[in-house]
């Protein structure tokens, strides 16, 4: 198994390190991880999506990524996404988005739809148009980041399955290694976007991971991505919350792999 971490100059104008594991000869697949975290949000995914090549970067201000004032909008989210498949050299790939990871993918496969092969989104919403209910918090940050207020915030989206204390750990790491521009602008530049199935059409195959018990993305709004994706398939875990990823690596492994498979 071929695992290293490259460090990646984007055209974009951005340095980030990016995971590459597997053969590379396999598919590839693309790992978008939601706002707030890192790609190390995909450890316990990956080592069970066999089979595939993995590209698994950190993105533009968070993780070990650099981070710039600016840039944050949701389509230079997509551009950087864009980017880091050109400056790896693939030209096509199999994208996975977990939460705002997924609009990002959403976005990427409007504007350059030639890049993406299929999209499986985790818990990612149709819409994140207008404020949060945790914008005033995030807006009142200031450097440094508080230890205490980055665990709390993880209390914004109720776990329902025990997730390792290691990885809880890593995902509070992820959130004081961001500066509070990072955490505003992220998240302003999700807030104010045009949904991406608003502005275009995805062609690309879909399959659509979403938790019943999800307290910030509603069913309804699930039914709709489904509808306005051609073909796509809306799977429902009833006893899951919003971070899907984080409750069922397993599942969510199983049922991107079976689809992707399918797809190759």
């Not at 914008?135 to 980055?150: F, H, K, R, S």
């Amino acid at each position: 198994m071929e695992i290293e971490v490259r460090n990646l100059r984007l055209r974009t104008g951005i340095t980030l390190p990016c995971l590459v594991q597997d053969d590379a000869a396999a598919k590839p697949v693309l790992l978008l991880h939601a706002w707030g975290e890192s790609r190390g949000s995909f450890d316990r995914l990956i080592p069970l999506l066999t089979g595939f090549r993995i590209y698994a970067p950190d993105l533009r201000g968070q993780g070990e990524a650099d981070k710039p004032e600016d840039g944050y909008s949701l389509a230079e989210q997509a551009e950087d996404a864009a980017a880091i498949l050109d400056a790896l050299d693939v030209p096509r790939a199999f994208v996975v988005g977990s939460s705002s990871g997924g609009y990002v993918a959403q976005q990427l496969a409007v504007t350059h739809p030639g890049q993406v092969a299929a999209l499986v989104l985790v818990g990612s919403p149709l819409s994140l148009r207008g404020r949060t209910p945790f914008a005033d918090d995030v807006d009142a940050l200031t450097d440094p980041l508080d230890e205490g207020w980055v665990r709390d915030s993880l209390s914004w989206f109720p776990l329902l399955h025990d997730v390792p204390p290691w990885f809880i750990e890593d995902r509070v790491r992820d959130g004081l290694r961001m500066p509070a521009h990072a955490w505003k602008a992220i998240l302003n530049g999700l807030i104010t976007a045009t949904p991406p199935t608003e502005k275009g059409t995805i062609e690309a195959p879909t399959l659509i991971l979403w938790g019943a018990q999800d307290n910030l993305l509603p069913r309804s709004d699930q039914e709709t991505l489904a509808i306005r994706i051609p073909g796509a398939v809306l799977t429902v875990y009833p006893d899951v919350a919003h971070l899907v990823l984080w409750e069922c690596p397993e599942r969510v492994a199983g049922d991107a792999t079976a689809f992707l498979t399918s797809c190759a």
